[in-house]
């Protein structure tokens, strides 16, 4: 019987509710029933199990059944209705405790994103959801065709494939702004290749971009932004690789750190294409088919299937407009880097 034994207070006035009701044959009363909830709300806010709860009152009956000439029916009927009052406060309570959780969960990782909060205070919640801000840490982003939430089924399955494989290692798994992230330890690129991995899998092709590393309780943030600067870039780009390290694309950034620069140069370079017939996209797209199928002809007609001789046309032609040849080095890296800042900068959908 010891594994029944709760504390006593858990069940005051049951004994008497069960004489009562074997003298009245009645059911249990409003406030009856309310006390019940209450206890059964307390129990769960000690940390009392719901079986253990249950239990002691079964085992409590045995000892208190009444031995006036009432029905069992009436005695067995007190106890249900006791027991399920014990068991709805308790799972109220859970509830409760639940949605305070994920308020606690959802305000935490808005303070951390957005870099709100006092960075102290940031930290020490910080390690109630399993993260240690002193150290370094990166944040992966996935983007699929639908937007994500914290109960979504993709997200659950993506969780338990970390968990899984990596059980509890300082990883926390969210939702921001219909996206998933993935936060985890610097030194351990492993688990945000997994989740890039499954959440590309999950999201049926969508793309993850994965932030640098970045240390203290501000680099969360850091690597978050590297990380949705990077899905930016990618669609800009036209990137069509699922997975993009910021690392791997500081290029474009540095780039465009002087935009004003960058737009004189795509003024200068390619302005002379808007003059062309069909206007200046088509030959665009010419150069960079041709810049990306590493200048052999056959293959970037190929990509714009065109025939070699089209492609020659254009590429003649955008000499004749630019006065830059695309097949010769020394005006090669000029002519990419302006086809590289007409993407970033939307030209020519854009007045520079």
Request: glycine residues 8%; aromatic residues 6%.
């Amino acid at each position: 019987m010891a594994e029944y034994e709760i504390p006593e207070h858990y069940l005051a006035g049951y004994a008497q509710i069960l004489a009562d009701v074997s003298v009245t044959g009645r059911r249990l009363t409003r406030d009856e029933l309310t006390s019940r909830r209450g206890l059964g709300e307390q129990a769960a806010e000690a940390g009392l199990g719901l079986r253990a709860l249950v239990s002691g009152h079964l085992a409590a009956t045995r000892v208190a059944w009444p031995h006036a000439p009432a029905s069992v029916d009436s005695v067995l009927a007190a106890v249900q209705q006791a027991v399920d009052a014990l068991a709805e406060g308790y799972e109220r309570a859970q509830r409760l405790a639940v949605r305070q959780e994920e308020a606690a969960r959802r305000e935490f990782i808005d303070d951390l994103l957005y870099g709100r909060s006092d960075l102290g205070r940031l930290a020490e919640r910080a390690e109630r959801f399993g993260l240690r801000l002193s150290h370094a840490h990166a944040v992966a982003v996935a983007q699929g065709p639908a937007a994500y939430d914290e109960g979504d089924a993709v997200l659950r399955r993506v969780e338990r494939s970390l968990i899984a494989r990596f059980s509890d290692r300082s990883i926390l798994l969210t939702t921001k702004g219909g996206r998933m992230l993935c936060i985890a330890p610097g030194d351990q690129a492993e688990i945000l290749l997994h989740f890039a991995k499954q959440a590309y899998a999950a999201t049926d092709g969508g793309r993850v971009a994965i932030g640098r590393p970045q240390p203290g309780p501000g680099g969360v943030v850091q690597s978050y932004e590297e990380a949705l600067n990077t899905l930016d870039l990618a669609d800009r780009m036209e990137l069509d690789a699922p997975v993009l390290r910021s690392a791997d694309l500081l290029v474009y950034p540095v780039l465009t750190r002087d935009r004003q620069a960058m737009a004189d140069l795509v003024h200068s370079a390619l302005g002379p294409l808007t003059t062309a017939r069909g206007g200046p996209q088509p030959l665009l797209d010419t150069l960079t088919a041709y810049f990306n199928s590493g200048c052999i002809a056959a293959e970037a007609a190929r990509r714009l299937s065109l025939s070699v001789r089209a492609l020659t046309y254009r590429l003649e032609r955008i000499h004749q407009l630019t006065g830059a040849n695309p097949a010769d080095p020394d005006h090669r890296y000029m002519l990419q880097t302006a086809v590289i800042g007409a993407r970033l900068l939307d030209w020519p959908a854009k007045t520079l």
